[in-house]
C-alpha cells in the first residue's frame, strides 16, 4: 500500500468545513487552522517512523498532537492523566517508545528516550505533512491498580463505527463528553467530531461540575457522552436544568432502568441511548429503545462487521473494530482461537432481551454464592428517592459476609426518613431478588467517589 492509500487523522480536517473548533475552558483553536500549523514547533520530521509517548497536561493540548503526528509516527500510546509514576518504565520498555512529546519534560525522563518534543498550544504556521505510515495507536486498560496493559488499534479499526453515520456538511453537532480523550470512550468522541465534521467542546480537571455545564451551554453542545456515573453526578448537582443536549449517550458501565428514565425526564427532547464498547473489544453496538440491555437478537448476527455471543454467561464480540492486540513482554492473547474478544462482562437472557448483570472479576462472595454487586444496585436505583448507590461486601462471623449498601439519595428527599426509605429499598430487593442478595445494611452517603475513567470506584468494596 502506498502512502497515498494511507489516511490519517489530518485528512479528515477538510479546509471546506469552517466554523468547526476544538476548545478547553483556557483554549479554542479552529479545526481549519490546525490544518495548517503546527504545535511542535517545527520538529514533527523529528518523530517520523518513531515510536512516541504522548503525554501532555490537557486533553486540548493531546487532540492537537494526535491530529499532527497520525500518519507520521510508527506507534503513539496515549498517557491518561491519571498514570501512576511507578508504571512509566514498564509502560515505555513494553511499548518500545523512544520519543516523547510532551509540555512536562520533567515529569516524563526516562531511559532509553532518544528524543523529547516539546508541544504548545500556541499553533505555529507549518507546512502540512504528508502521511507516510498507518500509525499504530496504543491505549491503557483501565480499572485496575496495577500495572494496565497496552492494547493496540489502527485508525481503521477505531473509525469503524464512524464512518458511516457522519453528519452531512450542514448539519454539524457540537460534542462534548465527560471522558478524557486519551481513554477509548473519549477518544470515539473526539474521532467523531473529527471525522463527522463537529466541534468539540473538553473537560477541565477539578472544574466544578456547574462551571463544566455552563461552559457546555455556551458552546451550544448538542451530543454528550458519559458513562453512567457521570450522568448521576450530574443529575444530583441540579446544574441539569440548565442544559438542553440533542443527544445524550452512555457507556463504559450498565446503564440501568433509573438513569436511563433519569435522564429522558431531565432532557425530554433528547435522544438518549447507551453503547457498549471496551478498550479491547471497540465499539459492540448501540441500544436506543430507551430500555436496559439489548434486544437477544443482536447475538449470533453480524451487524456492520461485529458478531456477538454468549458463553458462560459472558459476553464475547468478534469485530473488525477490535484491538488487534496487547502489546509488551507481559502480553497474553486479546482473542479465543475464532477470533472473539472475551469481554469479561456477564449478562442473562431474561425474556427476549439480554440485561448486562456485573463484571466477572468484580464478583463478591456472600457465604459461598456469588453476587453482582451492579445486580444489586440496579434495583435499588430504580426507587424514585435513590440517585446512585454503591453495594459491597462486608465480614461476618456467621457467613463469611453480608451485603452492605451505601446509597445517595436524590435531590428532595434526607436521612430524616431513613428508616421508610430503608424499609422500601430493602423490600424492593427482598421482591427481586434471592434471599442472601437483600442488603444486611443500608447507608445514606453524601457522595459516592468515581474513578478517573468515569467509573464507580469499588477500590474499597
Not at 142 to 170: N, W
Not at 295 to 311: C, L, S, T
Not at 344 to 358: A, P
Not at 422 to 432: E, F, L, P
Request: glycine share 10%; aromatic share 4%; hydrophobic share 45%.
Amino acid at each position: 500500500m502506498s502512502p497515498r492509500e494511507i489516511f490519517a487523522l489530518r485528512d479528515y480536517l477538510d479546509p471546506g468545513l469552517t466554523g468547526r473548533t476544538l476548545s478547553d475552558a483556557r483554549h479554542e483553536a479552529s479545526l481549519t487552522d490546525i490544518a495548517d500549523q503546527t504545535c511542535l514547533k517545527g520538529r514533527l520530521a523529528e518523530l517520523s517512523g518513531r515510536s512516541v509517548l504522548l503525554a501532555t497536561s490537557s486533553q486540548f493540548l493531546a487532540g492537537l498532537v494526535m491530529l499532527e503526528i497520525d500518519g507520521i509516527a510508527r506507534r503513539m500510546l496515549l498517557c491518561p492523566p491519571d498514570l501512576n509514576s511507578d508504571h512509566l518504565q514498564a509502560l515505555i520498555e513494553d511499548a518500545e517508545i523512544d520519543a516523547i512529546v510532551t509540555d512536562q519534560p520533567d515529569r516524563f525522563v526516562a531511559p532509553g528516550i532518544v528524543l523529547t518534543v516539546i508541544a504548545s498550544t500556541k499553533l505555529q504556521p507549518a507546512i502540512r505533512a504528508q502521511t507516510e505510515r498507518a500509525t499504530e495507536w496504543l491505549m491503557l486498560t483501565s480499572g485496575t491498580l496495577g500495572l494496565p496493559k497496552i492494547v493496540g488499534h489502527t485508525l481503521e479499526g477505531l473509525t469503524g463505527a464512524i464512518s458511516a453515520d457522519a453528519p452531512a456538511r450542514g448539519n454539524r453537532p457540537i460534542w462534548a463528553t465527560f471522558y478524557d480523550i486519551r481513554r477509548y470512550g473519549g477518544l470515539q468522541i473526539f474521532l467523531r467530531a473529527v471525522i463527522g465534521g463537529g466541534s468539540l467542546v473538553l473537560s477541565e480537571p477539578g472544574e466544578a461540575l456547574a462551571d463544566h455545564v455552563a461552559r457546555l451551554n455556551e458552546k451550544s453542545v448538542t451530543h454528550i457522552s458519559g458513562t453512567p456515573s457521570h450522568w448521576r453526578k450530574l443529575l444530583m448537582s441540579g446544574a441539569a436544568s440548565a442544559f438542553a443536549p440533542k443527544y445524550v449517550r452512555l457507556s463504559g458501565e450498565i446503564a440501568d432502568q433509573a438513569v436511563l428514565d433519569g435522564l429522558q425526564q431531565a432532557f425530554p427532547a433528547a435522544s438518549v441511548g447507551h453503547a457498549y464498547a471496551s478498550t479491547e473489544a471497540g465499539v459492540g453496538f448501540a441500544v436506543n429503545d430507551g430500555l436496559e440491555g439489548f434486544p437477544a437478537a443482536m447475538i449470533g448476527a453480524n451487524r456492520d462487521g461485529v458478531e456477538m455471543k454468549v458463553v458462560d454467561g459472558c459476553l464475547r464480540i468478534r469485530s473488525k473494530r477490535a484491538a488487534h492486540a496487547y502489546v509488551g513482554r507481559r502480553a497474553s492473547a486479546l482473542t479465543d482461537d475464532e477470533g472473539f474478544v472475551d469481554t469479561g462482562d456477564m449478562v442473562e437472557l431474561r425474556g427476549d432481551r439480554y440485561h448486562f448483570v456485573g463484571r466477572r472479576g468484580g464478583i463478591i462472595n456472600i457465604g459461598g454464592l456469588k453476587v453482582h454487586p451492579e445486580e444489586i444496585e440496579a434495583v435499588i436505583n430504580r426507587r424514585d428517592e435513590v440517585r446512585m448507590s454503591r453495594v459491597k461486601a462486608r465480614k461476618s462471623p456467621i457467613t463469611g459476609a453480608i451485603v452492605v449498601a451505601d446509597v445517595v439519595l436524590a435531590e428532595g428527599f434526607d436521612a430524616r426518613r431513613s428508616d421508610e426509605i430503608k424499609s422500601r429499598i430493602v423490600a424492593d430487593c427482598k421482591a427481586s431478588l434471592a434471599p442472601h442478595k437483600v442488603p444486611a445494611m443500608i447507608k445514606f452517603v453524601d457522595r459516592l467517589d468515581i474513578t478517573a475513567a468515569g467509573k464507580l470506584a469499588r477500590s474499597d468494596a
